[in-house]
Nanobody, 123 residues
Framework: QVQLAESGGGLVQTGGSLRLSCAASGRTFSRNYAMGWFRQAPGKEREFVAAIRRIGTTYYTDSLKGRFTISRDNVKNTVYLQMNSLKPEDTAVYYC????????????????WGQGTQVTVSS
């Protein structure tokens, strides 16, 4: 069984920063899994934010490049999302997810999901 647990969400003012963490347990990091971050704003569909392969290759949705940075620590079994220059439109529930390495990291379905962590950016 694989569990993913996000943390680090909260309330921040416009222009502020947050770092989200996703701790993985189980077989996720002992296998060749890619990790992704997604977000879902109220009334909107869930959208891809970023992904990182076990070897460190990263992928981002174009609109967030330069503000968000994904990283992972394979020893700690943790993935991070550093979010800078936050805007009210970044308000959403952020989810981490895992899928086997390969394919399309933005469009392919992910096998495992965390419960999500709320990020609220005040104007």
């Amino acid at each position: 069984q694989v569990q993913l647990a996000e943390s680090g969400g909260g309330l921040v003012q416009t222009g502020g920063s947050l770092r989200l963490s996703c701790a993985a347990s189980g077989r996720t990091f002992s296998r060749n899994y890619a990790m992704g971050w997604f977000r879902q704003a109220p009334g909107k569909e869930r959208e891809f934010v970023a992904a990182i392969r076990r070897i460190g290759t990263t992928y981002y949705t174009d609109s967030l490049k330069g503000r968000f940075t994904i990283s992972r620590d394979n020893v700690k079994n943790t993935v991070y999302l550093q979010m800078n220059s936050l805007k009210p439109e970044d308000t959403a529930v952020y989810y981490c997810a895992a899928k086997p390495d390969g394919g399309n990291y933005q469009l392919d379905p992910y096998d495992y999901w965390g419960q999500g962590t709320q990020v609220t950016v005040s104007s």
